[in-house]
């Protein structure tokens, strides 16, 4: 048999050891018998019977690699559903392999508890106020929730919103400074804005149906829970807006039960005012003052009298 020179064309088998196999198998296939001789056969025509053997190789060596190519792409589309359902359950997957903690923390009555959030964002809590909060953010938004009254000086974050739930209503902003009082026994819900915007919607499976109030600086809204109405005012006092943080215990044109439950939380006392009082609004600055000096003061401004019997105070007078 004549050995032939086989040139290095691209697109052929490369592999040597295959070729040879392939080569040997085409002439072990190849029915001699039926070979007819006669003169053509005086002149070999060896680059026509090489072509033939290096088409065989290449139809046989083809078919493995299409079916190779078709189990690659099969394993490629399974990877990238896998990594497209990882990224999109990250938060849950990640928050199943390393929980995060809820913390939860409460002012005692008549004092004021500061923390720091895991984002920076400051709080201040009023006495009788509680705040749950996640020990880390995780994920798309910072939500926290409290009772109570709070001031939130908000690390501004444009990809992470900070949403502070308070029952029905929930509060959004990005990055601001805001005050909400929503303590449970108030029927007054309050959320007034120092700095920023903030913007008060529904919360998620509330009956409330109302479109998102957006606050600016000096704004406000109050939340009346027994018939569900909402007031937007202007002209915010900011400057008093939270002087609690700093121990004061100052109210402008103040309701007197308003002021009565403020007092009942700031110190170990109850309060009680008969009904005729209810209409009476309290303008005074009671920081740093005793509570037998604040209900005298209070009671001459009802026109009335305050008793004190064990740790309670009754309040009776003619009215406002």
């Not at 020179?5 to 196999?21: A, F, H, I, T």
Request: glycine content about 8%; charged content about 20%; some cysteine.
């Amino acid at each position: 048999m004549r050995r032939f020179n086989k040139p290095n064309e691209p697109g052929r088998v490369n592999d040597g050891r295959l070729q040879e196999k392939l080569v040997e198998k085409y002439f072990q296939n190849l029915d001699l018998d039926d070979v007819q001789t006669g003169a053509h056969d005086a002149e070999f025509d060896s680059k026509g019977v090489y072509n033939k053997i290096l088409y065989t190789i290449d139809a046989e060596a083809e078919a493995p690699k299409r079916r190779s190519y078709k189990g690659w792409l099969a394993a490629a589309s399974v990877i990238a559903v896998l990594i497209s359902l990882s990224y999109y359950f990250r938060y849950d997957i990640l928050n199943y392999v390393s929980p995060v903690h809820t913390m939860q923390v409460a002012a005692a009555r008549g004092s004021v508890t500061s923390i720091v959030l895991g984002d920076g964002t400051k709080v201040w809590l009023n006495g009788g106020s509680q705040i749950s909060y996640p020990e880390t953010f995780r994920g798309e938004k910072r939500e926290v929730t409290i009772t109570g009254e709070a001031f939130f000086d908000v690390v501004h974050k444009a990809d992470q919103p900070f949403i502070v739930h308070t029952g029905s209503i929930a509060t959004h902003v990005l990055g601001t400074s805001f005050n909400i009082k929503a303590y449970n026994d108030d029927p007054l819900l309050h959320i007034d804005v120092v700095s920023g915007k903030v913007g008060v919607v529904p919360a998620e499976r509330s009956a409330l149906l109302f479109s998102a109030i957006y606050l600016t600086p000096a704004q406000g809204i109050t939340f009346n829970k027994k018939d569900n109405s909402i007031s937007k005012s202007s002209g915010v006092d900011i400057a008093n807006l939270s002087g609690w943080r700093a121990g004061k215990l100052i109210f402008k044109n103040a309701a007197l039960p308003e002021v009565i439950k403020t007092l009942n939380r700031e110190f170990e006392v109850s309060i009680r005012a008969d009904a005729n009082l209810t209409n009476c609004n309290i303008s005074a600055n009671f920081t740093n003052v005793p509570i037998k000096d604040i209900m005298a003061v209070i009671a001459r401004l009802v026109k009335g009298k305050a008793t004190l019997s064990g740790t309670v105070y009754r309040l009776q007078g003619k009215g406002c």
